[in-house]
T-cell receptor, first 110, second 115 residues
Framework: TQLLEQSPQFLSIQEGENLTVYCNSSSVFSSLQWYRQEPGEGPVLLVTVVTGGEVKKLKRLTFQFGDARKDSSLHITAAQPGDTGLYLCAGDSGTYKYIFGTGTRLKVLA | GAGVSQTPSNKVTEKGKYVELRCDPISGHTALYWYRQSLGQGPEFLIYFQGTGAADDSGLPNDRFFAVRPEGSVSTLKIQRTERGDSAVYLC?????????????FGPGTRLTVL
């Protein structure tokens, strides 16, 4: 069974701080996606990474796929209250089915 | 509509009852997914449709759960003899086609509470 573990599970920081969220597995994934979910809504896709070692930037968010395609990280620079939410990674083993991680709940205080 | 819609948004039922949850995908999307999300957890895959057929139902927990998509658009998730452990948010997602690298668009979910 493929599992994706995220750390930390919870994170509460002040506005302006930097943070990194990790997504780890013992399995290899063909691609990995990051989502953000707000209360009462479904997850919204932020990025898809497909190549080992790939780095993608989305404004203040930097995503990295591990060389072995077993892990990924999300780094947020100068966090803002609008970044508050549940961050989810989801891995695909080459089929249509994505396995979601356990989630990291981020709260950014003004 | 502009996005994926799900009805009802909330459903409260008693243990042992039957419930149906509806998903309206984005028009033209051939792939449709159902997930279940427990409090504080990531979504758990239940079933995937490509067109009218269930391409993979390996995530359905047991035979009390069943889903249909008779015309390749709207889908209904059906749960018989509900149990308290079925309480969760049920999410539906659609994508233009199935397979990797295709963005899934999620609906807001149906919160099911079994008393």
């Amino acid at each position: 069974t493929q599992l994706l573990e995220q750390s930390p599970q919870f994170l509460s920081i002040q506005e302006g701080e930097n943070l990194t969220v990790y997504c780890n597995s013992s399995s290899v994934f063909s691609s990995l996606q990051w989502y953000r979910q707000e209360p009462g809504e479904g997850p919204v896709l932020l990025v898809t990474v497909v190549t080992g070692g790939e780095v993608k930037k989305l404004k203040r968010l930097t995503f990295q796929f591990g060389d072995a395609r077993k892990d990924s990280s999300l780094h947020i620079t100068a966090a803002q209250p609008g970044d508050t939410g549940l961050y989810l990674c989801a891995g695909d083993s080459g089929t249509y089915k994505y396995i979601f991680g356990t989630g990291t709940r981020l709260k950014v205080l003004a | 509509g502009a996005g994926v819609s799900q009805t009802p948004s909330n459903k409260v039922t008693e243990k042992g009852k039957y419930v149906e949850l509806r998903c309206d995908p984005i028009s033209g999307h051939t792939a449709l997914y159902w997930y279940r999300q427990s409090l504080g957890q990531g979504p758990e895959f239940l079933i995937y449709f490509q067109g009218t057929g269930a391409a993979d139902d390996s995530g359905l927990p047991n035979d009390r759960f069943f889903a249909v998509r008779p015309e390749g658009s709207v889908s209904t998730l059906k749960i018989q003899r509900t149990e308290r452990g079925d309480s969760a948010v049920y999410l539906c997602a659609s994508s233009w086609r199935g397979g990797p690298y295709n963005e899934q668009f999620f609906g807001p979910g149906t919160r099911l509470t079994v008393l």
